[in-house]
């Protein structure tokens, strides 16, 4: 099976740095994948790591450890706008077969205050 | 990027109706789409894979004849809540599948349906 752990809620001030957690347990491996969803909208692609290291792209990087199961996004000088959740996704071979298809963790909700 | 949309993007029904979703890929062809389920502060739990001109895949515990999926194009799939009840109000999202993106295989979600059945 697929065991997907990321923390429930995390708090920021505006201008500061943050950085979301993601361990995993899966069958296989094929990719991770960050995504930013904001209340009662559909979730938007951030960054996808499938070798280890740090993807940079602006204010936000994902790094990824795959012999230790983990992966973090980091994010930089914090805007209000950043306040949503934030769901990694593992890719991994699933029981049903067919092509990979991500496995999502539960969300961390950032809340970003002044 | 790849944009797919959904229609309705909201919808309230009696109990004992049936609602259809509709999914589409407006920039590209999907011949793969993901009907997703997502309850408040949960995660998104895969429903099924929809393949163009062939059944769908459903995960397990999730009734195909309760939740019927229709890919008739490479730009439509199409997920129907028949004899819905309340405990299927949710939030339903699809997703697809961009065959240029890249080795990420990123999919592109649409922007989802909250249902809400009575």
């Known amino acids: 099976g697929q065991n997907i752990d990321q923390p429930t809620e995390m708090t920021a001030t505006e201008g500061a740095i943050v950085q979301i957690n993601c361990t995993y347990q899966?069958?296989?491996?094929?990719?991770l994948f960050w995504y930013q969803q904001h209340a009662g909208e559909a979730p938007t692609f951030l960054s996808y790591n499938v070798l280890d290291g740090l993807e940079e792209k602006g204010r936000f990087s994902s790094f990824l450890s795959r012999s230790k199961g983990y992966s973090y996004l980091l994010l930089k000088e914090l805007q209000m706008k950043d306040s949503a959740s934030y769901l990694c996704?593992?890719?991994?071979?699933?029981?049903?077969?067919?092509?990979?298809?991500?496995?999502f963790g539960r969300g961390t909700s950032l809340i970003v205050h002044p | 990027g790849a944009v797919v949309s959904q229609h309705p993007s909201r919808v309230i029904c009696k109990s004992g109706t049936s609602v259809k979703i509709e999914c589409r890929s407006l920039?590209?062809?999907?011949?793969?789409m993901f009907w997703y389920r997502q309850f408040p502060k949960q995660s998104l739990m895969l429903m099924a894979t929809?393949?163009?001109?062939?059944?769908?895949?459903?995960e397990q515990g999730v009734e195909k004849d309760k939740f019927l999926i229709n890919h008739a194009s490479l730009t439509l799939s199409t997920l129907t809540v028949t004899s819905a009840h309340p405990e299927d109000s949710s939030f339903y999202i699809c997703?697809?599948?961009?065959?240029?993106?890249?080795?990420?295989?990123?999919?592109?979600f649409g922007p989802g349906t909250r249902l809400t059945v009575l």
């Open positions: 996704a593992v890719r991994a071979p699933r029981k049903s077969g067919g092509s990979y298809i991500p496995t």
């Open positions: 929809s393949n163009e001109g062939s059944k769908a895949t459903y």
């Open positions: 899966t069958s296989g491996f094929n990719g």
């Open positions: 920039d590209f062809q999907a011949t793969t």
């Open positions: 997703s697809a599948r961009d065959p240029a993106g890249g080795s990420a295989d990123t999919q592109y």
